[in-house]
């Protein structure tokens, strides 16, 4: 009788286990986006500077810049439009081999920039490829 008493405890708690996994996992997973056009950031510093960090030691500036919202400032140096209609502004970071990619958040449909510009965006580092990549950019 109190094997039968252990296993339905045992299978109680390993279902009630189960139940609060699902439900944490359910909240986190519709977790809804934070505004970064209003969001504070928690770094600010110009494209030179940030590509300079990641250039310099990219685990120390993965470390410190990566997924946190940057606040980043700089001249447009290259507007591109991709087919699916996102747009992406590439800052003058002053080197010859890269720079800093701003993808626009997928709301900001009508919006025109031109190279040259100075512009501050608000964005999300994913970190370093060839260049810097902010995502789900907002102008300030």
């Given at each position: ?30 977790k809804?986006?934070?505004?970064l ?20 030691d ?47 958040d ?31 950019c907002?102008?300030?």
């Amino acid at each position: 009788m109190t094997k039968i008493m252990n296993k339905k405890i045992i299978l109680g708690a390993v279902a009630l286990v189960l139940l609060i996994g699902a439900l944490v996992g359910y909240r986190m997973y519709n977790k809804p986006h934070v505004d970064l056009a209003t969001a504070t950031a928690d770094h600010q510093l110009s494209a030179t500077a940030l590509f300079a960090a990641f250039e310099a030691d990219e685990a120390a500036a993965n470390a410190k810049y990566l997924d946190k919202v940057i606040r980043v400032e700089g001249e447009i140096m290259k507007v591109t439009k991709e087919e699916n209609g996102q747009s992406s502004l590439t800052l003058n970071a002053g080197g010859m081999l890269g720079g800093v990619i701003c993808q626009l958040d997928p709301s900001l449909t009508e919006v025109s920039f031109t190279e040259g510009q100075n512009i501050t965006l608000n964005g999300l580092c994913t970190g370093m490829l060839m260049d810097v990549v902010l995502v789900r950019c907002k102008p300030v």
